[in-house]
């Protein structure tokens, strides 16, 4: 019983601590999905600074922003948005790509 | 404040990891698969996953689990499972043993803060006995550049007319590397009643088509104490469409 109890309370303290400010306000950066391309198809960010990317789609089809390299995957539905944190990046290149149309939807993060 | 709040949130990561696996102890097989918090909407899944427990103590030998499982999102923040749990002892049939239900609520968005939160919910009906389980875990993700480390820590309550009313705990922590889409290397540990085990894992994905992903993990989890199965091997397949 004890253990359980020491257990919840730790839990308790989790989830209220999941309300903190975590980050000061990140750098935002926009990209739009229009006729299955991302615009722009190539962005800049700084480099050791975790950034906070808007995809808008503008199509009428969902698609979802995806890339190994920055370990992400994020359904944005068809004329919505969707928020997405990355970083900090390391200086180099990050490949994205749309899962649901992977041919024309690409793209690159360049952390500099 | 801010480096402040981060740091707080650290030692409690590591609190969590620490000081709930040495007190936690529940029965029943712990070993299973580690849960991330995170949901996609428009997601739909098919999940096969069993353990295969093999021990020197002939009570706890040739035990085998399966669950099957099919599951949908409806948003962003919520997933749902249903599972039919079979279960083989020795020779004797394979029987199907229960049936389970599934709710995971992702809390926060991936990268926004230190750590990433989740919650499961599942409750479990015994098909031939009056036993039911209610459970609740609370799901942790911290990325350490190609390294992800993911902790489950977990509270369930047991009862009906079969069994004498319990509350448990469990622990199951995972330390990814991630090597490439195609195949990731992992350490994972397990705490429970009768069973402490750590071992290696392999998990990876595969695209068959636009849209679709194969998800596999396969390992074997060693006991590190008498009271645990020398070995416990566990395997998933996860076709999302």
Redesign the interface.
Same mark, same amino acid.
């Given at each position: 019983m004890a253990a359980l109890y020491r257990s919840g309370s730790l839990l308790l303290l989790v989830l209220s601590l999941t309300a903190l400010p975590a980050a000061a306000a990140k750098p935002e950066f926009k990209i739009e999905i229009r006729n299955h391309l991302f615009e722009p198809s190539e962005l800049v960010v700084p480099a050791n600074t975790k950034i906070k990317l808007i995809v808008y789609n503008r199509d009428s089809t969902a698609e979802e922003f995806e890339s190994y390299e920055l370990n992400r995957e994020k359904v944005v539905m068809g004329n919505r948005k969707a928020v997405i944190f990355i970083g900090p990046l390391k200086p180099g290149t990050y490949p994205f790509f749309g899962e649901f149309h992977p041919n024309t939807a690409q793209g690159i993060i360049i952390a500099e | 404040?801010?480096r402040r709040?981060?740091g @707080?949130?650290s030692g409690?990561f590591c @609190?969590?990891v620490m /000081?709930?696996g040495s =007190?936690? &102890?529940a029965d029943g097989p712990v070993v299973d698969k580690v849960y991330d918090p995170y949901v996609?909407?428009?997601?739909r899944e098919i999940e096969l996953r069993g353990i295969v427990q093999n021990d020197s103590n002939a009570t706890r030998d040739e035990i085998q689990l399966y669950q099957l499982g099919v599951g949908r999102s409806w948003s962003?923040k919520w997933w749902t499972e249903a599972y039919f749990i079979g279960k083989q002892v020795g020779d004797g049939g394979f029987a199907l043993q229960a049936f389970e239900l599934e709710a995971k609520w992702q809390? %926060?968005?991936? /990268?926004?803060?230190?750590a990433d939160?989740g919650l499961l919910f599942e409750l479990e009906r015994e098909r031939q006995v009056d036993i039911f389980e209610l459970s609740t875990r @609370?799901l =942790?993700v911290k990325?350490w550049g190609r390294w992800?480390t993911t902790a489950n820590?977990g =509270?369930n309550y047991e009862w009906g007319d079969d069994i004498v009313k319990e509350?448990k %705990?469990s622990l199951a922590v995972q330390g990814r590397y &991630?090597l490439? &889409?195609a195949i990731e290397p992992a350490l994972e540990l397990y705490v429970g009643q009768n069973h402490a085990g750590i071992g290696p894992v392999l998990t990876g994905e595969f695209r068959p088509g636009? /849209?679709k992903k194969l998800n596999w993990e396969f390992g074997v989890i060693i006991g590190v104490d008498g009271n645990s199965p020398d070995q416990t091997w566990r395997g998933l397949i996860e076709y999302e469409f």
């Open positions: - | 404040m801010v709040a981060a @707080l949130q409690l @609190l969590l /000081g709930i =007190v936690a &102890r996609q909407p428009l997601e962003d809390m %926060t968005e991936q /990268g926004e803060y230190w939160w @609370l =942790v990325e992800v820590v =509270v509350w %705990t &991630r490439s &889409r636009i /849209g």
